[in-house]
T-cell receptor, first 115, second 119 residues
C-alpha cells in the first residue's frame, strides 16, 4: 500500500508562478523527503524535513510538515521551465526499530511549467 | 558526489531469457535497493540489501532475485523474463540508518535507471 500519496497528480502552470504539491501519509514517521525525477531518469533528492520540524527552506523550495494531519506540502516559488519534472514524497517505512533505510514513495505529481 | 551507476540504460530481452541488471555505488553505502517504476503505480520496492550477502524482500519480489557479493554492487536477476516485467528499473543506495536515531536521514541516491523491454 502507498504510504505517501501526492496531490494533484498533474499540475500545469506558467513560468514565474508558484507550484504547490501536497503529500499525505498514513503512519508516524521519522522524516519525510521530496525527490524530483526528470523524464526517463533517476530520482534526485531535494529536501528532507524531520518529524520535529514544521517548515524548511532550500533556495526556491519550501516544505511544510503537519504531523497531526499526516501531510506535507512542497512549494516551488517563481517556477522555471527547467522545473518541469515529476515530484515524489517519500517516508521512512517503519516508525520503530531499524528500517534499513527503506522508504515508501508516493505516486508523484507531474509538474509542467510553460515558458 | 555520490555516484550510482546501472549497467544499461536500455535493454531488450525475449520472454524466458535470464536477465541481469547491475548496480554499482561508489560511496561505501550499506543499503542498496531495487525498484520498478510503472505509470500510475509509482515506485515499488522489489528487494533491498543492508549488508553484503544480506537481502530482504520488498513489496513485489515475485519473479526476481538479487545478489550482493560485494558492498558496492547489487544485482537484480530476472530468472525467466516475462512481458509483465517490462518496466523502468531503478537502483538506489543509502548509508546506514539506526532507525529512530535523529541523525539518520535515509536519503537515497538513485542511478539513472534501466528501461527493460521484454518481447
Amino acid at each position: 500500500s502507498q504510504q505517501g500519496e501526492e496531490d494533484p497528480q498533474a499540475l500545469s502552470i506558467q513560468e514565474g508562478e508558484n507550484a504547490t504539491m501536497n503529500c499525505s501519509y498514513k503512519t508516524s514517521i521519522n522524516n519525510l523527503q521530496w525527490y524530483r525525477q526528470n523524464s526517463g531518469r533517476g530520482l534526485v533528492h531535494l529536501i528532507l524535513i524531520r518529524s520535529n520540524e514544521r517548515e524548511k527552506h532550500s533556495g526556491r523550495l519550501r516544505v511544510t510538515l503537519d504531523t497531526s494531519k499526516k501531510s506535507s506540502s512542497l512549494l516551488i516559488t517563481a517556477s522555471r521551465a527547467a522545473d518541469t519534472a515529476s515530484y515524489f514524497c517519500a517516508t521512512d517505512a517503519d516508525a520503530g526499530g531499524t528500517s534499513y533505510g527503506k522508504l515508501t514513495f508516493g505516486q508523484g505529481t507531474i509538474l509542467t511549467v510553460h515558458p | 558526489d555520490v555516484k550510482v551507476t546501472q549497467s544499461s540504460r536500455y535493454l531488450v530481452k525475449r520472454t524466458g531469457e535470464k536477465v541481469f541488471l547491475e548496480c554499482v555505488q561508489d560511496m561505501d553505502h550499506e543499503n542498496m535497493f531495487w525498484y520498478r517504476q510503472d505509470p500510475g503505480l509509482g515506485l515499488r520496492l522489489i528487494y533491498f540489501s543492508y549488508d553484503v550477502k544480506m537481502k530482504e524482500k520488498g513489496d513485489i519480489p515475485e519473479g526476481y532475485s538479487v545478489s550482493r557479493e560485494k558492498k558496492e554492487r547489487f544485482s537484480l536477476i530476472l530468472e525467466s523474463a516475462s512481458t509483465n516485467q517490462t518496466s523502468m528499473y531503478l537502483c538506489a543506495s543509502s548509508t546506514w540508518t539506526s532507525g529512530r536515531a535523529w541523525g539518520s536521514t535515509d536519503t537515497q541516491y538513485f542511478g539513472p535507471g534501466t528501461r527493460l523491454t521484454v518481447l
